[in-house]
Structure formats: C-alpha cells, structure tokens
C-alpha cells in the first residue's frame, strides 16, 4: 500500500473515519491526565514560582504553531509537485488550527511574561518572528478565501506556504540564531540535561501529545470538510450546467 | 484547587483564555463539518431521487 492512495478523496475519508474517533480519544485522554496532573500535582518551580504551570500550555501549543506550519509546508509541496487535491486541503485545513495555536502561545507566553519579565510584550526575536508568524497564518487563510477558482488558489496559497516557512522555522531557532532577547532557551531538549525537571517533563509531554493529537483530529475532520464542501461545489456547478 | 500565590491571577488568565481559543476551534470545526455533511447529502438525495 503507497501513501498516495489517500490523495484519492474517498480512500482518505474512508480511513479518517476510521481513526478519528481513536485519535479523537487519545488527545481527550492525554490532554485530561497531563493537564490536571501538571496544573494540581507539580510543584512550584525556584525560579518560576507557580507560573511554571504555564508551560502545560505554552510549550505544546508553540511547538503545535511551528509544525503545523511544517505539515503545511509539505501539503503545499505536494500539491505544487504532485497536484493531489487533497494535499492541497490538508493545508489549507491546517492553517485555522495553526493560527489558533500561535495565538494561544502568543498570549500564554504574554500572560507569563508580565510577572517574569515585567512586561507583556518585548519585540524579542522569537516573540517577534511568532507574530510574523501569526500574520503569516492570517494572510495564508485570506488568500484561500479570497480566490475563486480553487486551482489558482491553492497554487497560490502553496507559495505564501514556502514563503512563510522561513519564518516558521525562524520561530523555532530565533534563541538560537540570535542568542539574545527575553526568551529563555528551549524547554523540551533531547540532551537531557538541558530540559526541564524531571517533575515538569512528564505531564509536559502528556500534554504535548494531547496537543498533538487533538491538532491530527482537528485537521483530519476539517480536511473532510474541505472535501465534502468541494464535492458540493462540484454538484451545484453541474447543475447549472 | 492549588495554591498559586501572588501569580493566581496570571495563571488562570493563561488557562481561561486558551480553554476559550481551543474550544471556540474545537466547536466551529465540528458545527461546519455536520453542516457541510448534511448539505452534501441532501444534496445527493435530491439529486438521485
């Protein structure tokens, strides 16, 4: 079996009904144990206090932004290579999730910076490049909806996808890059000494997975949406004709 | 409910709004995808019976 088989619309929607009410469970699942037990069972972190609670939140919704616009970036790929339609939905059905994400880590990490580093807003390069980011996602689902013709409008949604990568990634390496600014290093590493406690990291990735999860659902049932809704495009347009 | 101390305020901001972002995303996605479904299939009805 070749993973081209789901750019077949009905092959797609035949296995996302399938599995969506498992993934469905999973990120309700994980969400649940890691937020309660990050929010009522961890302690308050030395240089943190309390607030380090936040991270349940920050961190899996950030990282969910930047992938998300990764997922895009391969669907767009696919489509401008390939001209798999569904490719081409997977994106664009992406795009709303992402940017409800960016806005959620925008505003946690706006939230939590306020008490940590007395201000809500500093035009820190990774603060800053997520904005970008922010603003990237809302001018990726303005042109979708701006555009007619569906072909033209993916094509051209593709290019913003790849233009806007560079800004995703930038996100994701800002501390990195500059080395300078507000924003501590990252708080999930695979070199353990340099993520978070043992105590925080659990119930973090708990809820990484939740946020995961809950991200694959919520493409895979708008992704069906799209289809439906351009199959319906399709009917009514043949019976004009 | 666990004692936040002076940052009380600042984590429940942080929770409140996310729970309402998500949710707003969560709710809209479902309420146009049965939308969507059933305009599709009334449409497919209308159009085989």
Known sequence: MSIWEFANPVRFMRLTGKVLPWITALAIGCLAVGLIWGFFFTPEAENFGSTVKIIYIHVPAATLAINAWGLMFVASLIWLIRRHHVSALVARAAAPVGMTLTLVALITGATWGQPMWGTYWEWDPRLTSFLVLLIFYLGYMALWEAIDEPDKAADLTSVLAMVGTVFAVISRYAVNFWNQGLHQGASLSLDKEEHVSDVYYVPLLLTLAGFFFLFLALVLLRTGTEIRARRIKALQLQEVN | ?49
């Open chain 2, 1 to 49: 409910m666990p004692d936040l101390g002076k940052y009380g305020a600042t984590i429940l901001t942080a929770y409140s709004a996310t729970i309402i972002l998500v949710v707003a995303m969560v709710v809209l996605s479902v309420v146009r995808a049965r939308k969507v479904k059933r305009q599709l299939a009334e449409l497919e009805a209308r159009r085989n019976g």
